[in-house]
């Protein structure tokens, strides 16, 4: 069974402060997709990155970054210097590969609800 | 590419009386799934398709829920009889070979 983990509900942050979001992931996979996903007020969600399992390197994507540690089954999110436009839920998924008893399927962890003041 | 399409956006009715959610999934796309998102549960996986076979329904509530999917381009979820705690947002998404999964924009359902 794969269990997704967001330990954080709610996080408040002023502009321009950095902010994490952790998430931790449970999986009986050896290779495994985790995402991470944005649903701004409007309600969409949102893509913003796909993790391969085998990949460990950290990505960077302009003031987004993701930190993912396998040894600590972890794939922590920061923003840097976070903006109002930031604020929304983030949720954390996981899914298994092709030959894993989790193929095709998406685990959400509960999210964590972000807001940025100005 | 028009992403995943759902349909309708927002749909009010009655306890008891049925509901149909439709979803048009991306072409070419061989997985289709429902999710419901509540402030309760959150995001849940309610059934899930391979080339428009159900893999994996052990997420529906119960009997009152139903979901098929007639050919790669087409999918419903019906709810018959409806009731109040049926409310909440219902998700399409599909995705190729699970590579990668697109949400539709959602219809959030309200039972009165």
């Known amino acids: 069974a794969q269990k997704v983990t967001q330990a954080q509900t709610e996080i408040s942050v002023v502009e321009k402060e950095d902010v994490t979001l952790d998430c931790v992931y449970e999986?009986?996979?050896?290779?495994?997709?985790l995402f991470w996903y944005k649903q701004p007020p409007s309600g969409e969600l949102v893509f913003l990155i796909r993790?391969?399992?085998?990949?460990?390197q950290n990505e960077i994507s302009g003031r987004y970054s993701w930190n993912f540690r396998k040894s600590t089954s972890s794939f922590n999110f920061t923003i840097t210097a976070s903006q109002v436009v930031d604020s929304a839920v983030y949720f954390c998924a996981l899914s298994g590969l092709a030959g894993g008893t989790s193929y095709g399927k998406l685990t959400f962890g509960q999210g964590t609800i972000l807001t940025v003041h100005p | 590419d028009a992403g995943v399409i759902q349909s309708p956006r927002h749909e009010v009715t009655e306890m008891g009386q049925e509901v149909t959610l439709r979803c048009k999934p991306i072409s070419g796309h061989d997985y289709l799934f429902w999710y419901r998102q509540t402030m309760m549960r959150g995001l849940e996986l309610l059934i899930y398709f391979n080339n428009n076979v159900p893999i994996d329904d052990s997420g529906m509530p119960e009997d009152r829920f139903s979901a098929k999917m007639p050919n790669a381009s087409f999918s419903t979820l019906k709810i018959q009889p409806s009731e109040p705690r049926d409310s909440a947002v219902y998700f399409c998404a599909s995705s190729l070979a699970g590579h990668g999964y697109t949400f539709g924009s959602g219809t959030r359902l309200t039972v009165v």
């Open positions: 999986t009986r996979d050896t290779t495994y997709y």
């Open positions: 993790r391969n399992s085998f990949d460990e």
